[in-house]
């Protein structure tokens, strides 16, 4: 038997993560993660955009986000393929990056918004034409209607990135559902 590198995009993912935050925490913030303000002249804002999904508060925040990365992610990207999935991941990064800075007041930095994009996207990969999975409308109501609930709370969590990468992602499952090719449901 031997190792292989089955899920590109995922396992690179993971290892510029863990290994961004091997650094000190104050490279990470410089770098990886996206404030409530932007200045238009100053290119690492533009980075920061979407370098702050790579970017975690801690070990346990870390962990946490890749665990559901290192599950979901080899599966999106047999369906999706590779580079789909790094797009998706990206569009995703970006689109809570500019809004985060657009109509937030803290800062933000993490994978939660790619993971919640997981998430809602997994619930689409067994999608039958013209049908709406119940796995995703139960996903949809466990997953973001919990994390729509938790944004009344006082914390340090972005509730608004895991909403909008839940949304991005039921948004990225209808529309590739008819572009995607499926392989026949066999049974394991």
Do not use: C
């Not at 790579?54 to 070990?59: E, I, M, P, Q």
């Amino acid at each position: 038997m031997k190792i292989t590198y089955n899920a590109p995009f995922t396992l690179t993912f993971t290892l510029i993560a863990t290994a961004i935050h091997a650094f000190p925490q104050d490279f990470t913030k410089s770098f990886f993660a996206v404030g409530n303000t932007m200045d238009f002249g100053n290119p690492v804002d533009y980075f920061r955009l979407f370098s702050h999904a790579l970017g975690h508060a801690n070990w346990n925040h870390l962990f946490g986000n890749l665990s559901l990365i290192l599950i979901l992610g080899p599966i999106l990207e047999e369906k999706y393929g590779t580079q789909m999935l790094a797009l998706m991941s990206f569009i995703t990064a970006l689109v809570t990056g500019i809004l985060n800075v657009a109509f937030m007041n803290t800062g933000l930095y993490g994978a939660s918004g790619i993971v919640f994009m997981m998430i809602l996207l997994s619930s689409f990969t067994n999608m039958k034409a013209k049908a709406i999975p119940a796995t995703f409308i139960l996903v949809l109501v466990l997953f973001l209607g919990k994390e729509v609930m938790n944004s009344f709370e006082a914390n340090n969590v972005s509730q608004f990135a895991h909403i909008l990468g839940g949304i991005l992602g039921s948004i990225f499952g209808f529309v590739m559902h008819n572009k995607v090719p499926t392989k026949s449901n066999t049974s394991v």
